[in-house]
C-alpha cells in the first residue's frame, strides 16, 4: 500500500520561501502526482500537478511561484514556494493526480504565511 508523508511546513513571513517535501514508499516511481492544500473552513484544492513525470500545471493563485518536481531515486515529491502569500496558509498534501484513483491521505503538513 502507498504511503505518502509530507513534511517541510512551518511558519514563514509573507514573501519568504518553503520547501514541502512528500516522501512515498510501496512503489518504484511516481509519474502522476500532485500537491493540494486545505484552508481552515474550505475544501481541499488541487495547488500543482505532475502528469507524464515531468508536465507540471499550477493553479492560477500560485502560478509563477510554486514550483512541483519529483526525485524518483529518492522517492521524493517537492514544491517550492516562492514569494508566499497569508492566503497560502493552509495544511499541504500530496496525492495522485486528479483522473487517477487516489491514495490513502496522509497527515500533511501545515504551512502558516503572517503578514
Known amino acids: 500500500q502507498v504511503q505518502l508523508v509530507e513534511s517541510g511546513g512551518g511558519l514563514v513571513q509573507a514573501g519568504g520561501s518553503l520547501r514541502l517535501s512528500c516522501v512515498y514508499s510501496?512503489?518504484?516511481?511516481?509519474?502522476?502526482i500532485a500537491w493540494y492544500r486545505q484552508a481552515p473552513g474550505k475544501q481541499r484544492d488541487l495547488v500543482a500537478s505532475?502528469?507524464?513525470?515531468?508536465?507540471?500545471k499550477y493553479a492560477d493563485s500560485v502560478k509563477g511561484r510554486f514550483i512541483a518536481s519529483i526525485d524518483n531515486p529518492k522517492r521524493t515529491v517537492y514544491l517550492q514556494m516562492n514569494s508566499v502569500k497569508p492566503d497560502d496558509t493552509a495544511v499541504y498534501y500530496c496525492n495522485a493526480t486528479p483522473g487517477f484513483s487516489p491514495y490513502s491521505w496522509g497527515q500533511g503538513t501545515q504551512v502558516i504565511v503572517s503578514s
Open positions: 510501496a512503489i518504484s516511481r511516481f509519474r502522476n
Open positions: 505532475i502528469t507524464d513525470g515531468y508536465t507540471t
